[in-house]
């Protein structure tokens, strides 16, 4: 099955500590995008891939760190999670562009 | 600044009625257009799109219009079903094809009455 699969679904975690959240897709997409979803504010691109060892920043990509070293994974690190990234996550693919992405099913963060 | 906004937080409908969710922009060079719906606990999921040299697309059930001269934005969904029952978001790209960013509007929940 066509997927993008993001891992872990729920996080708990405490201000300072470093995490992972990991992302992969078995559709062969070129582009790839990580975003933060919060009440009132819609989907915001945090960091986004056009190509293995291609990144670049989004709207809101202070605080995070991503890398793309394989075309399949696109893992978002957060180096000193703070509150105020606690959010609900999303990753995305696509062959080209932000045209017709395909969503992960989200990663719900929160930093204590 | 850009702006993709809607004009209702929440909609609801009777099962088998059409619903109609309208959605705002503000960049006159906005040059495609998508409506994502996004189920309680899941990603969203693309259901259709539109790029700027139409005014009408057609899916299954599922009908955008749009209105450059206003910047407007509709999706019209036929038949509405419990399962249509979602938070639909839209989102816009006023960059050419290969760029990077889609803007997302806030969405707007819909509830499907049976």
């Known amino acids: 099955e066509a997927q993008v699969t993001q891992n872990p679904r729920y996080l708990i975690t405490v201000t300072g500590k470093k995490l992972t959240v990991t992302c992969s897709q078995n559709?062969?997409?070129?582009?790839m995008s990580w975003y933060r979803q919060d009440p009132g504010l819609g989907l915001r691109q945090i960091y986004y891939?056009?190509?293995?060892?291609?990144?670049d920043k989004g709207d809101v990509p202070e605080g995070y760190k991503v890398s793309r070293k394989e075309k399949r994974n696109f893992p978002l690190i957060l180096e000193s999670p703070s509150p105020n990234q606690t959010s609900l996550y999303f990753c995305?693919?696509?062959?080209?562009?932000?045209?017709?992405?395909?969503f992960g099913s989200g990663t719900r963060l929160t930093v204590v | 600044g850009e702006s993709v906004g809607l004009h209702l937080p929440t909609l609801s409908v009777q099962e088998g009625d059409n619903s109609i969710i309208n959605c705002a922009y503000s960049n006159s060079a906005s040059d495609y257009f998508i409506w994502y719906k996004q189920e309680s606990g899941k990603g969203p999921q693309f259901i259709i799109d539109?790029?700027?040299?139409?005014d009408k697309r057609q899916g299954q059930r599922v009908t955008v219009l749009l209105n450059k001269t206003v910047k407007h934005l509709s999706l019209q969904i036929a038949a509405t079903q419990p399962g249509d029952s979602a938070v639909y978001f839209c989102a816009e790209s006023s960059r050419p094809t290969g760029a990077n960013n889609l803007f997302f509007g806030t969405g707007t929940r819909l509830t499907v009455i049976p």
């Open positions: 539109i790029r700027s040299n139409m």
């Open positions: 891939s056009m190509n293995v060892e291609v990144t």
């Open positions: 559709m062969n997409h070129e582009y």
């Open positions: 995305a693919s696509s062959f080209g562009g932000p045209y017709g992405y395909t």
